[in-house]
């Protein structure tokens, strides 16, 4: 998104880019995780990024869907009401340690890898829709990791051998989040404004191990370690 010491050796940035582009400043308000793919949005001015700021910690008027590729088969749907701790690099730390942060999901496909995991042949994996309800740094990917169905390719809150064996297979290298579509009220005008990002074209890829999942019988989705 923009220079940090966290990444000091990246050389491309969202930011300067667009600054670049359009010939004027402007202030990141939705941010992704270095991975994610998927909507961005960015202020014209300090008020309205401070506005909107206070939207997306809040949650409220917003509609932020993810869609993610998942280890194990979870339930059909659910609701992880989860607290989060703040990350220990968010220079805001005079505020509270502990935030309320909620994500919606539904499970959309289930389908199986031929990776073997443990005791297990195969490797679980689905493919779910996420609704982020509150604005909490790495949220879905740390209450995704909370009800033990990490994110693929997350090498923060997942583990990195299974990371590497989905890659080997896949062919493609990188965190399964995309930020599908945002919707929410202008915060000049109040009309409501929708944006979105079609899945990149390496989602079709699951496809044919989604097939395979027709022949698989699920008894409890929600218990399986795999």
């Not at 000091?8 to 994610?36: A, M, N, Y």
């Not at 740094?137 to 590497?164: E, S, V, Y």
């Not at 009220?185 to 999942?213: D, I, M, N, T, Y």
Request: glycine letters at 10%; proline letters at 6%; hydrophobic letters at 35%.
């Amino acid at each position: 998104m923009h220079r940090t010491p966290l990444d000091k050796g990246e050389t491309r940035f969202v930011l300067q880019s667009l600054r670049d582009q359009i010939g004027r400043h402007v202030w990141p308000v939705h941010r992704l995780d270095k991975g994610t793919s998927g909507v961005l949005v960015f202020a014209l001015s300090t008020e309205v990024a401070r506005t909107l700021g206070q939207a997306f910690e809040t949650g409220e008027g917003l509609h932020k869907t993810y869609r993610a590729i998942v280890r194990g088969w979870p339930l059909d749907h659910g609701l992880i009401d989860h607290p989060l701790k703040r990350m220990p690099d968010d220079m805001r730390s005079e505020r509270e340690e502990i935030q309320s942060a909620q994500t919606g999901y539904a499970t959309l496909r289930r389908g199986e890898l031929p990776i073997a995991q443990g005791d297990f042949a195969t490797l679980r994996w689905a493919e779910v829709q996420l609704q982020a309800l509150s604005g909490r740094r790495h949220q879905l990917r740390r209450h995704m990791k909370h009800i033990a169905h990490p994110i693929l390719g997350d090498a923060t809150h997942g583990k990195g051998p299974l990371n590497r064996g989905v890659a080997g297979h896949i062919g493609v290298s990188r965190l399964w989040l995309h930020a599908l579509h945002l919707q929410m009220p202008h915060p000049v005008g109040g009309q409501l404004l929708k944006v979105a990002s079609p899945l990149p074209r390496e989602w079709v890829l699951w496809e044919a191990f989604a097939a395979a999942r027709q022949t698989c019988q699920v008894t409890d989705p929600g218990s399986s370690p795999g």
